[in-house]
């Protein structure tokens, strides 16, 4: 039995990498399943570090949302810089009224990238994956814009 079941994985996993079809790990989202980590491949990301009780923060969530929400080849996703459940963070959600994607727990090791030190910390992945920056304090559009611009 166990010989099969080990040839039949070994079949499925020969086939996936064939056809591209990559399991790979996954990002839990809060109020949407799990994203495959690919799904932000390709395009640029915004990893925003924020905090309930961070002004800079909560100043610059008007702008990330409308940059996520434009069509410019780039997605903002937040962390809770705090590591709340997800009931606490979904209240938080909507007194902030943050529309951008909201990790649950850190995706940070799975990114490549660590928690800030300091808040609002935004890292910039490029749509190969790569680091580019470190944007430290609240950004608005046209610095989004701007990092996008100056790989």
Request: proline share 10%.
């Amino acid at each position: 039995m166990m010989p099969r079941l080990f040839r039949f994985f070994a079949a499925l996993a020969f086939l996936s990498a064939l056809l591209g079809c990559s399991a790979g790990p996954s990002v839990a989202l809060l109020g949407e399943p799990p994203r495959p980590l690919d799904a932000f491949r390709g395009q640029w990301l915004f990893v925003n570090y924020w905090a309930e009780w961070c002004g800079p923060c909560l100043e610059e969530i008007p702008e990330l949302n409308a940059f996520h929400g434009e069509a410019n080849g780039a997605q903002v996703l937040g962390i809770n810089f705090d590591q709340v459940g997800p009931e606490v963070m979904a209240q938080q959600a909507s007194q902030l009224a943050i529309t951008f994607p909201l990790a649950l727990g850190d995706p940070g090791t799975l990114l490549g990238v660590s928690a800030p030190e300091v808040l609002p910390s935004t890292y910039v992945i490029d749509p190969k994956g790569t680091l580019r920056t470190v944007l430290v304090g609240p950004q608005d559009a046209a610095s989004l814009a701007a990092a996008m611009a100056n790989p």
